[in-house]
């Protein structure tokens, strides 16, 4: 197994990981952390494969930069609303007020 | 102690069910993907005509200059959209911040200055670029910030404003200036590489300022005299 194959795996990985947190984890931060390793596992798969000839192939690599400013703007502007929502609503989560969930989330840790 | 944010066992499973399925598909892929050399080669044949020597930088300010063009605006459509939800400036620190940490800025932020132009001009012919300079003038930004200092405080919320949407304006520039002789985005050969370094330095500039003011995340208080403008 090369090397190039071996990052591309651990992408595939990083991508089950951060969508499976991305559905159960109920707070915002942790959310947003999520869709990150996503992003992250994209972005290792794409370089993997630029590289598994051993000359980097450009286009990719640059398609990931891109990305990882892409990511970074949608991930402050995801901080910035997640910020909203709790100076909003006193919670950081998405969950509405008649969720059963919810309350009890609410009254484990309070305020947040 | 059931965490507070756990979710109902079978959403769990359904959603591990999935994750598993989606990374399973992406490894299947990329053990299926044919074995080829990619878009190396026409980069290669290309080079002499893009203005500058790195493949990369010729793919993102030249050859895929559309994207690059995109992302500027992206950057900037976040710091627009971020600063019109009107979040609270920081909360003080309660104590000042230490004198370590405001001699270690004080140090750095020259360093920091000076290391940005210089990844700005290495990105012609080796990996550095824009990017890479406008994320090391974040850093001095937020490390500026981290000491309660404003990054470029003194400017005007106006000229600010001008600031972060420089790079897109002189890339869009360039990219309409070049329409007048072929199409959007098609340097001519000749002016490639000066081109490239005028897109490259205002966006350093734009995307420094438009990260560490995203760190910071309130709108730059604006006066009374400003509304409208910009």
């Known amino acids: 197994m090369s090397a190039a194959l071996a990052y591309g795996l651990a992408g595939a990985g990083l991508i089950a990981i951060g969508l499976y947190a991305l559905i159960v984890r109920r707070h915002l931060l942790r959310k947003i952390l999520a869709v990150n390793v996503v992003g992250n596992g994209v972005f290792l798969v794409l370089v ?8 980097p192939d450009p286009v990719p690599q640059a398609m990931v930069l891109t990305g990882i400013v892409v990511a970074v703007s949608a991930t402050a502007l995801a901080l910035a609303l997640a910020v909203r929502v709790r100076d909003a609503t006193g919670r950081a989560t998405l969950d509405l007020p008649g969720d059963a969930a919810m309350g009890r989330g609410a009254r484990r840790d309070g305020a947040r | 102690m059931k ?22 598909l992406v490894v299947w892929a990329v053990l299926g993907l044919p074995e080829t050399a990619g878009l190396r080669e026409v980069v290669a044949t290309h080079m002499d005509r893009s203005g500058v020597t790195h493949p990369v930088t010729a793919v993102l300010l030249n050859f895929r200059g559309y994207d690059t063009l995109l992302e500027v605006a992206v950057l900037l459509l976040a710091l627009i959209a971020t600063w019109s939800l009107r979040l609270a400036p920081p909360d003080r620190n309660p104590e000042r911040p230490g004198l370590v940490l405001r001699e270690l800025v004080r140090l750095l932020v020259p360093v920091l200055i000076v290391l940005a132009g210089y990844l700005l001009w290495l990105g012609a012919h080796a990996p550095g670029g824009a990017f890479q300079a ?3 003038l974040a ?3 937020v490390l500026l910030i981290l000491v309660e200092v404003r990054p470029l405080g003194r400017l005007s919320p106006t000229a600010l404003r001008v ?17 007048g002789r072929g199409r959007l985005l098609e340097y001519p050969v000749e002016w490639a590489g000066l081109l490239i370094l005028a897109i490259e330095s205002a966006a350093t500039v734009s995307i420094g300022l438009a ?6 995340g309130d709108e730059p208080a604006r006066r009374a005299d400003e509304d409208g403008a910009a």
């Open chain 2, 211 to 216: 990260l560490a003011y995203l760190f910071r």
């Open chain 2, 163 to 179: 600031l972060a949407a420089l790079g897109v304006a002189v890339f869009l520039a360039v990219a309409l200036l070049a329409m």
């Open chain 2, 134 to 136: 406008g994320a090391l």
């Open chain 2, 3 to 24: 965490r507070p944010e756990a979710v109902p066992s079978i959403v769990r499973a359904l959603a591990a069910l999935l994750s598993l399925a989606v990374g399973g």
């Open chain 2, 139 to 141: 850093g001095a930004g």
């Open chain 1, 48 to 55: 993997a494969l630029a590289q598994r000839s051993g000359v």
